[in-house]
C-alpha cells in the first residue's frame, strides 16, 4: 500500500516539464566541462533554457496545485500491520504469569552483592 496516491495528469505533466529542464541543465554543463562544442553558446542557451524550464515548472506547481493547503492527516495514522485485537491476546498472556515467579524474579534483582574483599598493603 503507497503513502501516496498516484500523482494526477496535471502533476505529471509539471514533473516532465521540470524533469526537462533538469535534464537540459545537466546536458548543457557536461557540453560545457567536455569542451566537445567550440560555441558556447549553444551550452549557455541549453543551461538557460532549462533554468527557464525549471522556474516555470515549480511556479506552475506552486500556482496550480497550491501545496501549502494539503497537510497529512497525523491523528490517524497509515496501516502499520498492527492490529489492536492481537495485541490485547498478547499483553493478557504476559500478564496471566504466576505472581511467584515474578517474586523470585524481584528477589534475584534486588538481593545485595556481596561486599567486595580489599587486601591491605602491609
Avoid: C
Avoid at 22 to 44: A, R
Avoid at 54 to 79: E, N
Amino acid at each position: 500500500m503507497s503513502a501516496r496516491d498516484k500523482l494526477s495528469q496535471q502533476e505529471q505533466w509539471l514533473a516532465y516539464l521540470i524533469g526537462a529542464g533538469i535534464t537540459l541543465i545537466i546536458v548543457g554543463f557536461v557540453l560545457n566541462g567536455l569542451g566537445t562544442i567550440d560555441d558556447s553558446n549553444i551550452t549557455t542557451s541549453l543551461i538557460l533554457i532549462g533554468l527557464a524550464l525549471l522556474v516555470i515548472g515549480a511556479g506552475a506547481w506552486l500556482i496550480l496545485l497550491r501545496p501549502w493547503t494539503q497537510f497529512d492527516d497525523l491523528t490517524t495514522p497509515h496501516y502499520t500491520g498492527h492490529h489492536a485485537a492481537d495485541h490485547a491476546e498478547d499483553h493478557a498472556e504476559d500478564h496471566a504469569a504466576e505472581p511467584e515467579a515474578v517474586a523470585e524474579t524481584v528477589a534475584a534483582v534486588v538481593e545485595p552483592a556481596p561486599e567486595p574483599v580489599v587486601a591491605a598493603v602491609a
